[in-house]
């Protein structure tokens, strides 16, 4: 039973490059959603995805590319990385009709 | 504005003792769900309790409550018993809408120190 998983766990990069997050869920929820961490900030909701090639933006869409061809993937993409882009960035889901999310395990991203 | 408030971003605890974690909400909306959530100093996510808004009765999960006060607009998390493994930051979340719809908006969380 994977559940929701996100790669990298962990990955540094540089002001400029392109990076992609990857999250995958087993329990085919039609949402998921992007979200980042920062201290003092709680989470903020980046981009959702209510189900494949259908996505919306959050409180906090700049600088971030979502799709989502496939129901069980949705992948999160810096286009060009910034330092305030620093955080660690949760994938979650849920299923249309219910409430509550389920987060996946995180992935701590360092722009340099 | 904020529209999810914890007041106190750090708490400290007896083991085996009983704590509150505060937790107020502002929406116009009717219809809206309010969860709370641990991060463990591992980092993940958890789910530990929701309560929607025409739930009469308090939720409940094992040593997990939820004290609602519809009128006062606050949904604190109680925790019974308190264990050593409770420490962790605690979220408080909000879904505003209808079940389908509506993202979770997250208070900046509180951090619980069980001390033994």
């Known amino acids: 039973d994977a559940g929701i998983t996100q790669s990298p766990r962990y990955k540094i990069t540089e002001t400029g490059r392109q990076v992609t997050l990857m999250c995958h869920q087993t329990?085919?929820?039609?949402?998921m959603f992007w979200y980042r961490q920062d201290l003092g900030h709680g989470l903020r909701l980046i981009y959702y995805?209510?189900?494949?090639?259908?996505?919306d933006k959050g409180e906090v869409p700049d600088g971030y590319v979502v799709s989502r061809s496939k129901t069980e993937n949705f992948p999160l993409t810096l286009e060009s990385a910034t330092r305030s882009q620093t955080s660690v960035y949760f994938c979650?889901?849920?299923?249309?009709?219910?409430?509550?999310?389920?987060f996946g395990p995180g992935t701590r991203l360092t722009v340099l | 504005a904020q529209k999810i408030t914890q007041t106190q971003p750090g708490m400290f605890v007896q083991e085996k003792e009983a704590v509150t974690l505060d937790c107020t909400y502002d929406t116009s909306d009717q219809s809206y769900g309010l969860f709370w959530y641990k991060q463990p100093s591992s980092g993940e996510m958890i789910f530990l309790i929701y309560?929607?808004?025409?739930?009469?009765q308090n939720a409940t999960e094992g040593r997990y409550s939820l004290n609602f006060q519809k009128a006062r607009k606050s949904a604190n998390l109680v925790i019974s018993a308190s264990q050593l493994g409770d420490s962790a930051m605690y979220f408080c979340?909000?879904?505003?809408?209808?079940?389908?719809?509506?993202?979770?908006?997250f208070g900046k969380g509180t951090k619980l120190s069980v001390k033994p």
């Open positions: 979650a889901s849920k299923l249309l009709a219910a409430d509550t999310q389920y």
């Open positions: 979340a909000m879904r505003e809408g209808r079940g389908s719809q509506g993202n979770l908006i």
């Open positions: 995805s209510a189900a494949a090639d259908i996505t």
């Open positions: 309560q929607g808004s025409y739930d009469e």
């Open positions: 329990w085919s929820h039609s949402y």
